[in-house]
């Protein structure tokens, strides 16, 4: 079994529409979470932290469930600029920098 | 801020060849991690560095694989001799401790073994 796992790609929606992406990670011992984003041929950038009580930044709302271990990416208003594949990511206990990226999920804004 | 600075960013080699890629983490990073991407497998661990020091390495495939940190301002990672099978898009990345563990990626090196 992976340490993190992502929903199955492509996501091809229209412009405007909501989006849902959900990953699980095996490591009860993880500290940290986070929402990665890469645009077609670049470095992964950051998108946002995800902490336990869940967090907002504009369109994009993230979610921790510990006892399930599941983490959650909605975005809304879905723009073409968007499109990017997504990585959800996770840091262990007691693994120093160390960090788990999923597979990644790639989302395709029509419009 | 510079950002993390990789080179070269294209590399086309024969295989039996030596390649070299280099990396200049952010000035302060205290980790330096070393990425493979490909289709098939995704973003791979290779090897990371605390302080200069080798921490975990057993992402790397084989003993063609070397990484060297000699100070704080400068990574490589030396394939040698490099296979076709080898052909990816290779990441430095830096972080800082305690900073939540955000890393920053570099641009990649997109290396061609043919």
């Known amino acids: 079994r992976k340490e993190v796992e992502q929903d199955p790609g492509p996501f091809n929606v229209p412009e405007g529409a909501t989006v849902a992406f959900n990953c699980t990670y095996s490591n009860s011992a993880s500290q940290s979470f986070f929402w990665y984003r890469q645009d077609c041929r670049k470095e992964p950038k950051l998108l946002m932290s995800v902490y336990s009580s869940g967090n907002e930044d504009g369109r994009f709302t993230a979610q921790l469930n510990r006892a399930s271990q599941y983490i959650s990416l909605l975005i809304r208003d879905s723009k073409l600029s968007d499109s990017a594949t997504y990585l959800c990511?996770?840091?262990?206990?007691?693994?120093?920098?160390?960090?788990?990226f999923g597979q990644g999920t790639e989302l395709s804004v029509k419009p | 801020d510079a950002g993390v600075i990789q080179s070269p960013r294209h590399e086309v080699t024969e295989m039996g060849q030596e390649v070299t890629l280099r990396c200049k983490p952010i000035s302060g990073h205290d980790y330096l991690f070393w990425y493979r991407q490909t289709m098939m497998r995704g973003l791979e661990l290779l090897i990371y560095?605390?302080?200069?020091?080798?921490?975990?390495d057993s992402g790397m495939p084989e003993d063609r694989f070397s990484a060297k940190m000699p100070n704080a301002s400068f990574s490589t990672l030396k394939i040698q001799p490099s296979e076709p099978r080898d052909s990816a898009v290779y990441f430095c990345?830096?972080?800082?401790?305690?900073?939540?563990?955000?890393?920053?990626f570099g641009p990649g090196t997109r290396l061609t073994v043919t």
């Open positions: 560095f605390n302080n200069n020091v080798p921490i975990d």
């Open positions: 990511v996770v840091n262990g206990k007691n693994q120093g920098g160390k960090l788990i």
């Open positions: 990345a830096s972080s800082l401790w305690g900073a939540s563990y955000e890393q920053y």
